[in-house]
């Protein structure tokens, strides 16, 4: 490829105009623009009609110095937003952080990533303060990783900056489960995937989820006998739901990670 650039700036002194390319004629186009040519070499030594447009890089008919004429730019975002607040309070709902473009993708560069991202929360206080969201009948859960976001003070002022209480683990036996936890593949409900019948899962229970006055979290399944098949939803999709059986209760959740919820 050096030779052949050498060559032809050789080419060019002798014969002036001889080297049009797309950095003499200023073009640059995106997708396939067959309107987007000059009178030039080609990479392939041949000398006529070459383009300067993105998809000459898939048809081989790009003028000699497109590369260079034309280099390609990936997509450039910024930092994630922070978190926005649940969508509802005392129930299920959403909550989503956003990024902003700061370079748009040229010339066959990287597309640019997901700009919005969306996980399911739970709010246990309405906006005048009032504790809520402990009614629920069947356990909502989801993965143990957001466990590390979630504050007391921020979920439920009911907690006391003092309380220190370590929370417990409920291990449950997967019984059956809708296939809409398999087809999940956003980043923040892929965890979702990992939910197999069969399997021993473990649920933590730590506050803003476990209940200041009982100290048990909603659908722990913590007065079951065991045979008795309980009900559980993943935040973030409501059609990922299924049952399970109580295992045991434990003081710490021991599972693999990918087996590994807490209660919301």
């Not at 001889?18 to 950095?23: F, S, V």
């Not at 009982?214 to 409501?238: V, Y």
Request: glycine share 8%.
């Amino acid at each position: 490829m050096r030779t052949l650039w050498l060559a032809l700036c050789a080419l060019a002194r002798l014969w002036p105009g001889t080297l049009a390319g797309c950095a003499e004629a200023g073009r640059c186009c995106p997708g396939r623009d067959t309107a987007c040519f000059v009178r030039g070499w080609r990479l392939d030594r041949v000398y006529g009609t070459c383009f300067c447009d993105q998809a000459c890089r898939l048809t081989g008919d790009c003028c000699f110095d497109y590369a260079r004429a034309c280099p390609a730019r990936p997509c450039i975002v910024g930092e994630w937003s922070p978190w926005s607040g649940c969508a509802d309070q005392c129930k299920p709902a959403a909550r989503v952080r956003r990024r902003q473009v700061r370079q748009e993708p040229r010339n066959g560069g990287a597309p640019c990533p997901p700009l919005e991202e969306r996980a399911g929360c739970l709010d246990y206080s309405t906006p005048q303060g009032q504790g809520c969201g402990h009614s629920f009948v069947p356990a909502f859960i989801t993965t143990s990783a957001f466990n590390k976001e979630r504050t007391r003070q921020a979920a439920s002022p009911r907690w006391s900056a003092d309380t220190e209480d370590t929370g417990y683990c409920m291990e449950f036996k997967t019984e059956s489960l809708t296939p809409h936890c398999a087809l999940e593949n956003r980043p923040l409900t892929r965890w979702m995937q990992y939910l197999r019948e069969g399997y021993t899962v473990c649920v933590d229970c730590q506050p803003p989820a476990m209940n200041s006055v009982s100290l048990r979290c909603s659908g722990d399944g913590l007065d079951s006998d065991g045979n008795q098949t309980l009900h559980w939803q993943a935040i973030g999709n409501p059609r990922c739901q299924g049952t399970w059986k109580k295992v045991r209760r434990v003081d710490q959740c021991s599972c693999p990670a990918v087996h590994s919820f807490i209660f919301i």
